[in-house]
């Protein structure tokens, strides 16, 4: 444990062959580490590993690894369908493989200079618009980068929101729908459901006042939550329910 936690001014990790096991919290918080270089007899690597390693922006496994794989230095399993983990330091653009599967989006927690996930057009299950993942269909909104900056443009066949892929959006700023879209609708960058009557979520990003639509009766839960540049909020006489953590954690209301 904590096997390099005098080492701050580590910024290239090579591990040696006869290393088969990285133990739990071994590789933490060594925030100049740049690259790590996985060698082929490592079989198991605990999951409490890499926390706290902002700088790092590649690993690299050996191609005769028997357990796990890189592409583009994100780490996979074997056969590259489960993401296993995204250093914290990986800037821009993500381009995930044909053949991944299972992605655990809270990995990329920390990954606040990620501004777009593309994804190869082969791929059985996943799907990318303009930096942004979707099932392979489009129809589900699956995850927003953390650093995505572009105005999120909503298609017309989206139906289906994972609220927590835009939670993660902290530099998100305003939505726009298209009009021909069934299930929702956006108003001065604010998602709401189709007939405006429920506002569904507030970009996090979103600064100044926020004006709440005129017909709007309920906030659904966690919508306005983590908008820090929100400084004050207008609500119409309509509404009448706000879910819980509707209005939290935003910091800049007065």
């Not at 390693?53 to 056969?79: E, H, Q, W």
Request: glycine letters at 8%; aromatic letters at 10%; proline letters at 4%.
């Amino acid at each position: 444990r904590a096997a390099f936690s005098s080492c701050s001014s580590l910024t290239e990790l090579v591990l040696p062959s006869s290393v088969t096991t990285i133990d739990e919290d071994a590789i933490n918080y060594l925030r100049g580490l740049t690259t790590i270089h996985i060698p082929e007899n490592v079989v198991s690597i605990h999951e409490r590993n890499f926390y706290g390693c902002s700088s790092l922006t590649a690993i690299t496994v050996a191609a005769n690894n028997p357990s796990y794989s890189s592409v583009n230095g994100v780490m996979y399993d074997k056969a590259a369908e489960t993401l296993i983990y995204c250093p914290d330091g990986y800037a821009d653009t993500l381009i995930l493989p044909a053949s991944v599967k299972t992605i655990d989006f809270g990995m990329f927690n920390s990954c606040t200079l990620l501004k777009r996930i593309e994804i190869h057009q082969d791929n059985a299950d996943y799907s990318s618009i303009d930096g942004v993942l979707y099932d392979k269909g489009g129809k589900h909104l699956v995850y927003c980068p953390r650093g995505y900056e572009d105005v999120l443009n909503l298609p017309a066949k989206v139906d289906y929101i994972d609220t927590y892929g835009l939670i993660a959006a902290v530099k998100l700023k305003s939505i726009n729908v298209d009009p021909q879209n069934a299930a929702f609708s956006s108003y001065n960058g604010v998602l709401y459901n189709k007939s405006g009557t429920e506002l569904v979520f507030c970009p996090r990003g979103f600064t100044g006042v926020l004006q709440v639509a005129d017909n709007t009766v309920s906030v659904a839960a966690n919508a306005i939550e983590d908008c820090h540049g929100i400084t004050a909020v207008y609500f119409p006489q309509s509404i009448n329910s706000i879910g819980k953590l509707g209005v939290s954690y935003s910091n800049g209301l007065s």
